[in-house]
């Protein structure tokens, strides 16, 4: 048996230095840089507009933590971030920093002492869910890359989609995607009127405006209309407790035909609720920046859905990601 050490304490502790170095990575465009052939200290510091010491500690660091490569004093990409964190791919994910590492996020980790303690995050309103939050502006425009193949896979099992409403729709693009892909007729995206600026422009760039709609307002009090075939709650339930989760999906079941289905994306922790570690760990974040909200495990969406009129889920894995879709039936009483 090994002695024990206090490496995994430390670096636990420690792992705010490693946000930053990856935060500079990302700010100074360097994975980029990299990419462009810039493989040597010198030649980043020139390329960056950094110390030569700077380049090279930060370059080195950025090899630690397995994001470069270096032979012989040059640098290179790795293959995930010569696809994420090289500007010039189509799948370039740098950007999402503007929210992951946004002061409302931040500042609420800064409290998370005191949202171990009542149970919710400690901002004292509504942290992630208060209404008009300007946090949902930065999502929408920094984090739909992310959802690439999560909105991908939502294509694949929602087709024939026919009428949608796109709840929380944020950037738009799953809603967008079932149009673009001809699954969709129509899609109408809830959301903050601020948020949906952003998402008509995505309708607008897709060429599918003329059947994309929008519908401003809470989620949770704004009439949803009725006559939907799908509707779609991309990484929605999870800001809520169980009890405001099933009188939604109850009120939702009431806005769809009597043949309509729910899609839902979300993170699916196994029972024991700590593996696997991406859905486990999201856990943190809403206890974080959320009153109430939690990491449901499948058990508990399948009693969710159920309770308020739905058959069991279907589970669909998103390739390469950390969620899962859910597909329920609306059942006909």
């Known amino acids: 048996m090994n002695d024990p050490t206090p490496l995994r304490f430390m670096e636990a502790v420690n ?13 100074y465009d360097l994975f980029t840089a990299v990419g462009e052939g810039h493989e040597t200290a010198a030649a980043l510091a020139a390329r960056l507009g950094v110390a030569e010491k700077g380049a090279r500690v ?22 995930e971030s010569a696809f994420f964190l090289d500007r010039r791919s189509p799948r370039y994910l ?16 800064a409290r998370f002492t005191e949202a171990v303690r009542i149970g919710g ?3 004292g309103d509504g942290g992630a869910i208060e209404p008009e939050h300007p946090m949902w502006v930065e999502f929408a425009r920094a984090m739909a890359p992310l959802m690439f193949t999560a909105i991908q896979k939502v294509v694949e099992v929602a087709a024939p989609a026919g009428r949608v409403l796109d709840v929380a729709a944020g950037h738009g693009k799953y809603g967008i995607g079932l149009l673009e892909a001809g699954a969709a007729r129509e899609a109408v995206a809830l959301d903050w009127p601020n948020v949906l600026e952003l998402a008509r422009a995505n309708a607008r760039a897709a060429g599918v405006e003329d059947r994309w709609r929008a519908l401003p307002g809470d989620a949770l009090t704004t009439a949803l209309g009725s006559d939907y075939d799908t509707i779609l709650l991309p990484n929605f339930l999870h800001h809520f407790d169980g009890d405001t989760c099933r009188a939604f999906l109850t009120r939702i079941r009431h806005a769809l035909r009597p043949e309509g289905r729910v899609v839902i994306v ?20 809403m206890l974080a920046t959320t009153p109430a909200g939690d990491a449901y495990t499948l058990a508990e969406y399948t009693e ?12 669909h894995r998103v390739p390469g990601a950390a969620r899962h879709v859910l597909v329920a039936e609306r059942r006909v009483r």
């Open 15 to 27: 792992g705010f230095q490693k946000t930053a170095v990856v935060r500079a990575g990302v700010e």
């Open 94 to 109: 740098g950007d999402s920093i503007r929210f992951l590492l946004s002061e409302p996020i931040t500042a609420a980790y």
């Open 121 to 123: 995050t400690a901002g």
């Open 304 to 315: 969710m859905l159920t309770a308020a009129g739905f058959t069991e889920p279907t589970v």
């Open 266 to 285: 979300e993170y699916l922790p196994d029972e024991d609720r700590v593996s696997p570690s991406a859905p486990a760990w999201f856990a943190v974040q």
């Open 58 to 79: 930060l370059a080195d660091a950025l090899v630690i933590l397995h994001l470069l490569t270096k032979t012989d004093g040059r640098y290179a990409l790795t293959a």
